[in-house]
T-cell receptor
Framework: SAVISQKPSRDICQRGTSLTIQCQVD?????MFWYRQQPGQSLTLIAT?????????ESGFVIDKFPISRPNLTFSTLTVSNMSPEDSSIYLC????????????FGAGSRLTVL | AQSVTQLGSHVSVSEGALVLLRCNYS??????LFWYVQYPNQGLQLLLK??????LVKGINGFEAEFKKSETSFHLTKPSAHMSDAAEYFC???????????FGTGTSLTVIP
């Protein structure tokens, strides 16, 4: 399966600031997905990032709060803007597996704490 | 619409005992079902998947799951727990086209020596 590198692995941020999370894949992929994993809750899809077009956001997530870039087929960034303590979460990058579209491969995640 | 429900947010078993983690799904189309495992400070790793072939699916690390359509269940089992099995386990469902995955809230497995 694809190897995904995410950074930072964790960070502590102040309220009102923004943080950009990077996701690097070791192979070219069509779609990259950004998930949020809140404590005690399901993984929630934030958006799907396609190269060459704007990201597609799920209900409850907006581009102003979570701008996404996808400059090429191996890289994407997710920015969490104007952070509040409610944004404290693990943010996960994922891609469809090489063995088929019906499997997701995940990065190790970025654990974000907002004070 | 699709969703999964994992019964029991925390499960504790003794080392060597049977592991049973429960997952029930809801799907308006034939589902693709998955179990993922997350070790501390790591991403999710695929344990096994059901994609409409054999109903009993074997995965890595001795885990297996059985798809039971009549019960809308996809419970994860392992005959004998090992200390290294301690982790968070997530059940997930998708339509199979790769565009939407729905995850359960996770079950934290503790293995008692």
């Amino acid at each position: 399966s694809a190897v995904i590198s995410q950074k930072p692995s964790r960070d502590i941020c102040q309220r009102g600031t923004s943080l950009t999370i990077q996701c690097q894949v070791d192979s070219q992929v069509t779609m990259m997905f950004w998930y949020r994993q809140q404590p005690g809750q399901s993984l929630t899809l934030i958006a799907t990032a396609n190269q060459g077009s704007e990201a597609t956001y799920e209900s409850g997530f907006v581009i102003d709060k979570f701008p996404i870039s996808r400059p090429n087929l191996t890289f994407s960034t997710l920015t969490v803007s104007n952070m509040s303590p409610e944004d404290s979460s693990i943010y996960l990058c994922s891609v469809q597996g090489r063995s088929g579209a019906n499997v997701l491969t995940f990065g190790a995640g970025s654990r974000l704490t907002v004070l | 619409a699709q969703s999964v429900t994992q019964l029991g947010s925390h499960v504790s078993v003794s080392e060597g005992a049977l592991v049973l983690l429960r997952c029930n799904y809801s799907s308006s189309v034939p589902p693709y079902l998955f179990w993922y495992v997350q070790y501390p400070n790591q991403g999710l790793q695929l344990l096994l998947k059901y994609t409409s072939a054999a109903t009993l699916v074997k995965g890595i690390n001795g885990f297996e799951a059985e798809f039971k359509k009549s019960e809308t269940s996809f419970h994860l089992t392992k005959p004998s727990a090992h200390m290294s099995d301690a982790a968070e386990y997530f059940c997930a469902v998708s339509r199979g086209d790769g565009n939407q995955f729905y995850f359960g809230t996770g079950t934290s497995l503790t293995v008692i020596p």
